[in-house]
């Protein structure tokens, strides 16, 4: 008879523990994150940075940060784990790989703790890698086109002295250099003409 009492506490022990409710998933994480500008060129470091809070807003220590980084095509060009601090901060710093597209990219972030839910978040930074060196020699040419322009303006406006503000900008004529004099005429500065430079 005992024993049928102790087989019958064992069954109804196991038949609590299989038709028992779940055990509650543990508290909520809250994973906020931001990388430190919209947009990065070649050779600039992508910081990104956040904060871990449980459901009741206080920051949680200790939390491991999965950080991955994909491009534009879904490949992965960086991942790294971190942990958060005390406070429930952290941050981690990164360089794009050389020779990395430009585009839009996309960052996925898992926050994971022992006895609570995971969390996630995802940022997205959009990647400018220098220009190549075949449009090297066209911007040069453009941005010395337009101090050439900036710089006739500028002589153009002249001076009280009669002559041009700046002398080295002579325009050369067949004939050898010439330059633009200016004369003041009712209190005012105008052209004097074309004059050969001594």
């Known amino acids: 008879m005992r024993s049928f ?17 779940p055990v509650a998933e543990g508290a ?18 992508i910081t ?20 991955q980084i994909n491009s534009e095509a879904g490949r992965p ?6 942990y958060t601090n005390g406070e429930g901060k952290f941050s981690y710093e990164f ?41 090297l020699p066209i911007l ?3 941005l010395i086109s337009s101090a050439i322009l900036l710089l006739r303006r500028i002589a153009a406006r002249g001076s009280s002295s009669g002559r041009a503000s700046w002398p080295a900008l002579a325009s050369y004529a067949p004939h050898g250099p010439i330059e633009k004099r200016w004369k003041v005429v009712d ?7 074309l004059h050969p430079l001594p």
């Not at 060009?77 to 971190?82: A, D, I, N, P, Q």
């Not at 209190?187 to 003409?193: F, I, K, L, S, V």
């Open 5 to 21: 009492k102790a087989i019958a506490l064992i069954l109804a022990l196991m038949a609590m523990a299989l038709f028992a409710p």
């Open 28 to 45: 909520k994480l809250s994973l906020t994150a931001s990388t430190s500008k919209p947009s990065y060129g070649a050779g600039e470091t």
């Open 48 to 67: 990104i940075s956040g904060m871990l809070r449980d459901e009741g807003g206080n920051p949680v220590g200790g939390a491991a940060i999965s950080i």
């Open 77 to 82: 060009v960086g991942l790294e784990l971190v």
């Open 95 to 135: 360089k794009m790989p050389a020779g990395s597209d430009a585009g839009s990219y996309r960052i996925f972030l898992t926050a994971s703790k022992p006895g609570f839910e995971d969390a996630s978040a995802q940022l997205g930074f959009a990647f400018i890698p220098e220009a190549p060196m075949g449009s």
């Open 140 to 142: 040069m040419l453009a």
């Open 187 to 193: 209190g005012r500065t105008a052209p004097d003409g």
